[in-house]
């Protein structure tokens, strides 16, 4: 007995150690330079932000068209407020309304990068505009805060690049291989406008070194255990599919109801849905969030994830505690429309709803169907794909120059920020590029936005000012 207990002791003080050094030798992956200040904000940079948030660049929805006339008048401003940049770069209309702007650099056989940012906005939910503490279309300026519908998507990124770019024109920077700014009219219903830039691109054989778009924010105290602000570095984001579920079980007069209608047959099959989640799992863009933000943690979370072998599901089980840290582990289902019945007296035959899922990398659209028809396994219900979807992206390597350039523009530009890749779990513009680069990036050089697609949205103007600094980082750094 003595000499089993003493087996145990010895083990566990071996499984001590081991836990131990991995948490030591677990070191910090983090870019040792020195940030530099970002110079005071122009007046004129400031009132360009205002002025873009007035111009009601509305995505309605996929088959409304859009508001020529904002759009016509977007691109009126942005000659106007640039000057310099439309002197010194090509531009090319997409589409009518998408904006492709072309600055020749000086080596013609360096890889191009584009920059990335989206024009349209989403509308103001009728009935919210009163909730609002200002106009939302106002442009105004309060608290040290610029207020708007777009300012944090995706206008902010839109000015500060062409903010940095003007700069650098003035400051008679020239970029040594071509940079693309690729401006997308429709990123809020499906990215047509970017799909035909990227088709053009790929037309013209372009690949490019780097793509940057919109993602993942700076958060000050959305990652548990951090003190200090961390940077959000999309570098693969996840798949998207609608699945549209059907029956006809013949109805009838409410009066004598059959044992199944055909809503309590889709309502269970949604039910089943839910009640059987897809597996959890850490994606490569998770790990190495985990191998970033892990060793500037304290002692004991950085255990946890310097010995993921052996705590996995300790760890699965924190990220499922929370919607979004569910959205980071698995595919998702949201059943999101659900549609049956004309009359209170009249039991229907067509039941229809839609699930919309969200692909972990790792699953495709044929694996999420197989699994949703065996799951349900009722031949009575209609499984069928919507027409728009996409699977999950390839995941941009950490090693390679996009993802060190974007995190020495960050680790330049934000003092005292932990960079760390990511997955992202929303859908971006940048997901119709991959046959442009195989480096994309996905990254808003922003510091807590508020207010995504909701209301009060808002970016402080310390925010903006380093938003713009951080692509003018970015910039200069391609030339070093
Ligand atoms: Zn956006």
């Known amino acids: 007995m003595k000499s089993v207990f003493r087996a145990f002791l010895l083990l566990l003080v071996v ?26 904000l122009a007046d004129q940079a400031l009132e360009h932000f205002q002025q873009a948030v007035r111009i009601k660049t509305i995505s309605f929805g996929d088959t409304i068209p859009p508001d020529s006339g904002q759009f016509f008048a977007f691109h009126r401003f942005l000659q ?16 009518d309304y998408s904006l492709l702007y072309k600055w020749q650099g000086s080596n013609p056989s360096a890889n191009p990068i584009v920059l990335m940012a989206h024009m349209d906005v989403v509308p103001v939910e009728p009935g919210t505009e009163s909730i609002w503490t200002v106009d939302p279309f106002a442009g105004e300026i309060k608290n040290d805060t610029i207020w708007g519908r777009g300012t944090t998507d995706d206008k902010m990124n839109l000015i500060a690049i062409m903010e940095a770019v003007e700069s650098l024109i003035a400051g008679g920077f020239k970029p040594l291989q071509t940079i693309y700014l690729s401006f997308g009219h ?23 070194a780097m793509v940057l778009d919109e993602g993942g924010i700076i958060t000050v105290d959305k990652v548990p255990g951090m003190k200090q602000p961390v940077a959000l570095i999309g570098t693969s984001e996840k798949g998207y599919l609608s699945l549209n579920l059907s029956l006809e079980e013949y109805g009838g ?41 892990g060793p500037e943690q304290p002692f004991l979370q950085k255990m946890f994830f310097a010995n993921r ?172």
């Open 253 to 293: 007069h409410s009066s004598i109801p059959a044992p199944e209608t055909s809503i309590d047959i889709l309502s269970r099959a949604i039910l089943k849905l839910r009640d059987n989640p897809f597996d959890a799992s850490f994606s490569k863009s998770t790990s190495d969030f985990m191998d970033y933000v």
């Open 80 to 95: 106007s407020a640039y000057p310099r940049v439309h002197e010194d770069l090509a531009l090319e209309k997409v589409k």
């Open 309 to 480: 072998w052996l705590f996995e599901s300790v760890i699965v089980g924190i990220y499922e505690g929370s919607a979004g840290g569910n959205a980071m582990v698995r595919t998702t289902i949201a059943p999101t429309i659900f549609n049956a019945g004309v009359k209170d007296n009249v039991i229907p035959t067509i039941a229809k709803a839609t699930i919309n899922f969200r692909l972990l990398p790792g699953d495709t659209r044929e694996t999420v169907i197989e699994k949703v028809k065996s799951t349900l396994a009722d031949d009575r219900i209609k499984i069928e794909p919507t027409a728009f979807g996409n699977e999950p992206s390839k995941v941009t390597p950490t090693d390679g120059l996009a993802f060190k350039a974007v995190e020495k523009a960050i680790r330049t530009s934000f003092d005292n920020t932990i960079v760390a890749p990511f997955l992202m779990v929303g859908a971006t513009d940048s997901r119709h590029f991959s046959e442009v680069s195989d480096q994309i990036i996905k990254f808003s050089p922003m510091s807590d936005p508020i207010g995504f697609h909701g209301i009060d949205e808002r970016i402080s103007v310390d925010g903006y000012r380093h938003g713009i600094w951080f692509y003018e980082q970015l910039i200069r750094s391609f030339n070093e």
């Open 15 to 40: 499984l001590v150690v081991v836990l131990v050094i991995n948490t030591v030798r677990f070191e910090s992956k983090q870019l040792n330079v020195q940030a530099v200040p970002a110079p005071p």
């Open 186 to 208: 429709d990123e809020e219903v499906g990215g047509t406008g970017a799909i035909a830039i990227a088709n053009l691109l790929k037309s013209r054989n372009i690949k490019a």
